[in-house]
């Protein structure tokens, strides 16, 4: 990406979110901010479409490393307060929307503590787009009015975790679980535990709006080895709830095509 210098002021850090992974789900801000900014920061999240447009000389990684280490969230601080100091404009580009379990808030805290102005563009979060364009709403007049978005970084056996998983089952709503595809064993059988019904439909969303995106379905008790069928692997999403069934009524005519591999269950 190229283009003038524009929407993008020295010394400023944007926290920007790239969306689910389509380029054309970009926003128009971000868009523009990309094309002008100094330097980007990004990890691998935004997808292999949008960071491809990225000349590298503007870009930089910081991302998991060789070996399967990851660059240290501290280190990610440092080097935006650094570059912005040194007058650059920065963007930090996240998947997704930044501030929706994407570290976009830790970010802006120590940036206001070490006095460097930025500014928040928001974005479509992968947490409603990679159900959505997999025909699933996560909302819907007729089966859910409530919707919780869930970490599934968490351990749900942990004494002291964050996470509720026993209110989460009596809400009666849809439950979207984030980076949660490795705990699926763990946290489907929570559920199961606090008295969520066994045939609750479950879909899991891999690489949303990516190439190559894949949908995996079946229930609360059949959606471990329906992931396992099908290999669904990170990044994707879980929905758990009705919404989850609706898929099956629309997908015949869904054109959302983004060369899905099917893992029905």
């Known amino acids: 990406m190229s283009g003038p210098d524009i929407d993008a002021e020295p010394g400023t850090v944007y926290l920007v979110g790239s969306g689910p992974g389509d380029p054309e789900l970009l926003t128009v801000k971000a868009k523009r901010l990309l094309e002008a900014a100094d330097v980007v920061l990004h990890d691998k999240l935004p997808g292999p479409e949008i960071i491809d447009r990225l000349p590298e000389d503007r870009r930089e990684d910081v991302g998991k490393r060789a070996g399967g280490e990851r660059t240290p969230q501290s280190e990610i601080n440092e080097r935006l307060v650094e570059l912005a100091r040194e007058g650059k404009s920065v963007v930090r580009l996240k998947g997704g929307d930044s501030f929706v379990f994407g570290r976009g ?37 007729d089966h859910a009015s409530s919707v919780s978005f869930v970490t599934g970084h968490e351990d749900p056996t942990k004494a002291e975790s964050a996470v509720d998983w026993e209110a989460l089952a009596a809400t009666g709503g849809t439950i979207v679980v984030l980076m949660g595809v490795g705990r ?23 690489r949303g709006t990516w190439p190559g995106q894949r949908v995996a379905t079946g229930t609360l008790e059949t959606i471990v080895d329906a992931r396992d069928e099908a290999g669904i692997e990170p990044p994707a999403v879980t929905v758990i709830g009705d919404v989850a069934g609706t898929r099956e009524s629309v997908v015949d005519f869904l054109q959302n095509d983004y060369g899905a591999a099917e893992g029905e269950k």
Do not use: C, K, N
């Open 105 to 141: 808030g830790e970010e802006a805290e120590y940036l206001a503590a070490h006095e460097v102005p930025f500014e928040v563009v928001p974005a479509v979060t992968s947490a409603i787009a990679a159900p959505a364009v997999a025909g699933i709403p996560v909302t819907h007049r």
């Open 184 to 206: 699926l064993p763990d946290y489907t059988a929570a559920l199961l535990e606090a008295g969520m019904a066994p045939e609750t439909p479950v879909a899991l969303v891999e």
